[in-house]
Each structure stands twice: as structure tokens, then as C-alpha cells.
């Protein structure tokens, strides 16, 4: 889980560079509408590549706090993805 805040900006360029959809390799996800019902609504989530901590999962000492909030380091995830990846 993250210890740091990832500003609204990033979210919202990040939102804009993956188009709303999954960026695990292969899945390509729409995260704002419910393939069945249509109904639209946020289902993403954001997950650092290296964790915003060094004790989080892929952690590093040295490059953790510096790249916690940067939009290189955080991709956005369908819910099945983002558990694959926390697990890692």
C-alpha cells in the first residue's frame, strides 16, 4: 500500500496517457465503464513500479522517495492487475 500522496495532476496525466484504460501488458482494460451494465464509473487504481517506500514491495533505498510521485514511476491497473501486482 502507498505511503505517499500522488498529486492530482499526475492522476489526471496519467489518466490522460493511458486512456482510461489498464496498462498491464496485453489487458488494455476500459477503467470507466462496466463492460456489462455500461454504467460509467472509476474502477482504476494506481500502482508505483517501485514502491513509494523502500520497505514497500519493489522498494529501493535510493530511488523509492525520489520517484514516488513521478508519473514515469506509477501506472494505472484494472482491479485484477493491481492484486497480481501487489502479490509481486
Not at 496517457?17 to 482494460?29: I, T
Not at 522498494?59 to 523509492?64: A, H, K, Y
Request: net charge positive; aromatic share 6%; hydrophobic share 35%.
Amino acid at each position: 500500500m502507498s505511503v505517499s500522496s500522488i498529486p492530482q495532476d499526475v492522476k489526471t496525466r496519467l489518466w490522460g496517457k493511458a486512456a482510461g484504460r489498464c496498462q498491464y501488458r496485453g489487458c488494455n482494460k476500459p477503467l470507466w465503464v462496466d463492460e456489462l451494465t455500461k454504467a460509467e464509473f472509476n474502477s482504476s487504481y494506481l500502482a508505483h513500479i517501485i514502491a513509494d517506500s523502500p520497505k514497500g514491495p519493489r522498494g529501493d533505498i535510493e530511488l523509492s522517495k525520489k520517484l514516488a510521485k513521478e508519473i514515469s514511476n506509477i501506472m494505472l491497473l484494472c482491479d485484477v492487475h493491481h492484486r497480481l501486482i501487489d502479490k509481486k
